[in-house]
């Protein structure tokens, strides 16, 4: 009988998407010895790409559950993955801490709550008084922001961690295909994925990770899954105003459900997820700008240098994310909707692991 090593290693493994998902499981795949290709006709177009990077493990308030579990382990992978792909990439690191501000005192007093019950050294309540509050109440020229700060939460740079990944699967010689694929099938116990060249290209096992169009590729008679796209979006302003220094803000932080990052002393990046469609509203500015009651001038008058959006998918009607064993030898793992960055670690391990029990 082959080991399990052995049959990791000639094992051929097709990811169907290119985003942090499917480059994650090829990272954890490839250290195991598997033989992985990755096929994405729009490897720079997909979700990933306007990710903003937050991990907000730690401060996630419900601490029980499949999504709490997650969370936990992720929390306790990123890292040991930062300090290996550190090898490809000196500077990448996660910039902690994270802060969560909101201007609603019922918001708030549930924040306070979630804090004192589970006196974790690592979560602290801001309120008017600390530094970080004084500072940010005096740039955004308010009064009445409080929240909570998770010194164990914090920040990856998206694009640097997904460039990162690109060395690494390069070193590993990782195939890339630059291929939509329309079908798959299986055929004597191998899957088929056939491109829309009509290309068939040969696996043992298929990993969906192409978000919104992974229900494409599966029959929707044998396999119930529901997937709606949310468009995340964000951008770069540039302010022009000598009074307001943007470093003297956090590194980042969220004011009611807006992810705010400094970037220098006059630019900075604003972002959310949070509107059911496929394309912006017309309006991004205003729509990512209206976070507070009354919005500073220096905000109003800001310039935007840059504006990018990205469509990811949440499950409708069951828990996101979607990880599942739909047939032998074919797993999806998608519908991420905000936490992808955050919760790769721990979803490649779950990949890797039933594989593991496929293929022993």
């Not at 990710?51 to 579990?69: E, F, I, P, T």
């Not at 040991?80 to 918001?107: A, M």
């Not at 549930?110 to 004084?134: A, C, G, P, T, W």
Request: glycine share 6%.
């Amino acid at each position: 009988m082959k080991s399990l090593k052995e049959n990791f290693q000639k094992a051929e493994i097709v990811i169907i998407g290119s985003g942090i998902i499917g480059k994650f499981n090829a990272l954890e795949l490839s250290e195991l010895g598997s033989q992985v290709t990755i096929i994405d006709p729009t490897q720079h177009q997909n979700s990933s790409n306007a990710a903003l990077g937050l991990l907000m493990g730690n401060m996630y308030q419900k601490r029980r559950g499949r999504s709490w579990d997650l969370r936990r382990q992720s929390i306790e992978l990123w890292p040991q993955w930062i300090t290996f792909l550190q090898k490809f990439n000196c500077e990448l690191s996660i910039e902690k801490p994270l802060i969560q501000l909101t201007t609603d005192e019922e918001k708030f007093k549930k924040l306070e709550k979630f804090v004192y019950e589970n006196n974790d050294q690592n979560l602290r309540i801001l309120e008017r008084d600390s530094i970080f509050i004084k500072n940010i109440n005096k740039a955004f020229q308010t009064k009445n922001i409080k929240g909570m700060i998770s010194f164990e939460d914090g920040r990856i740079n998206p694009f640097s961690l997904l460039q990162t990944l690109d060395k690494y699967l390069k070193h590993k010689k990782v195939n890339y295909l630059r291929e939509e694929i329309i079908k798959i099938r299986k055929s004597n116990n191998q899957w088929i994925s056939t491109t829309r060249n009509n290309k068939n290209i040969k696996s043992d096992m298929v990993i969906l990770c192409n978000s919104l169009k992974a229900i494409d590729l599966i029959d929707s008679l044998s396999h119930d899954i529901k997937l709606k796209p949310v468009l995340g979006q964000a951008m770069e302003i540039e302010i022009n105003d000598a009074e307001v220094d943007l470093l003297s803000l956090p590194k980042q932080f969220n004011i009611n459900g807006k992810n705010i990052i400094p970037k220098s002393k006059n630019k900075l990046i604003i972002g959310s997820t949070d509107e059911y469609s496929t394309t912006p509203e017309e309006n991004t500015f205003g729509k990512l700008t209206n976070f507070l009651d009354q919005r500073p001038n220096w905000l109003m008058k800001g310039k935007i240098l840059k504006k990018w959006y990205g469509i990811r998918s949440r499950p409708d009607g069951e828990p996101s994310p979607i990880m599942k064993i739909l047939e032998n030898g074919l797993i999806i793992c998608t519908g991420f909707y905000k936490n992808g960055i955050l919760l790769a670690p721990a979803c490649s391990k779950w990949v890797a692991n039933e594989i593991k029990n496929y293929l022993y």
